[in-house]
């Protein structure tokens, strides 16, 4: 894809997940996904602005997007980012997250992408192969389809959630607290995002 003119015209919204109130996944070692989350999102949203691209952030601090007198602030805030996406009218919404599971041996990336979106599978798909091998991971997952996840169903642009790895791995959980290795990701993601719109500027 030419990114000069053509990315001028492009808006992506990056949702660093969770904030405020709410830490998302906490590691035995006490280390809070939502911290994470907004360190890869904001290399993310830095990356695709030096192409040109349109780039908003959900969040660009430790906070949450709930109105104060929701009943239900988690719902709130899932709410607000959706919004915000629709606000903005982008056409892609990429959401950083990272993972956990009861088995501290699971580790990897994975993409999710809502089942019924050919578009969110084609994006998942490039960005999890990028993920795949530019991580060199052992074990690579496959990219998701998913009907339940609330940003999923609720977006109208192009949406995936990208789950960086596994907080409950102690191996994974050392390297995503790392710039080095957070610089890999959010160059994986990015170039999963341009292969992507690539094919999309190819087959139009």
Known sequence: MDTTDAAKSFTILIDPGHGGFDPGKVSPDGIMEKDINLAIASKLASALTDQGFSVYLTRDSDKSLNSENASSK??????ARTNLATNVNADLYISIHQNSYQDPSVCGPQVFFYEHSADGEALAKCIQDS?????????PRVHKGNGSYYILKRSEGTTVIVECGFLSNPQEEEKLQQTT????VVQAVFDGTMAYLSEKNAGS
């Open 181 to 184: 290795y957070q610089d890999q």
């Open 74 to 79: 988690k719902t709130s805030d899932l709410k």
């Open 131 to 139: 993920l795949n091998t530019e991580l060199a991971i052992a074990r």
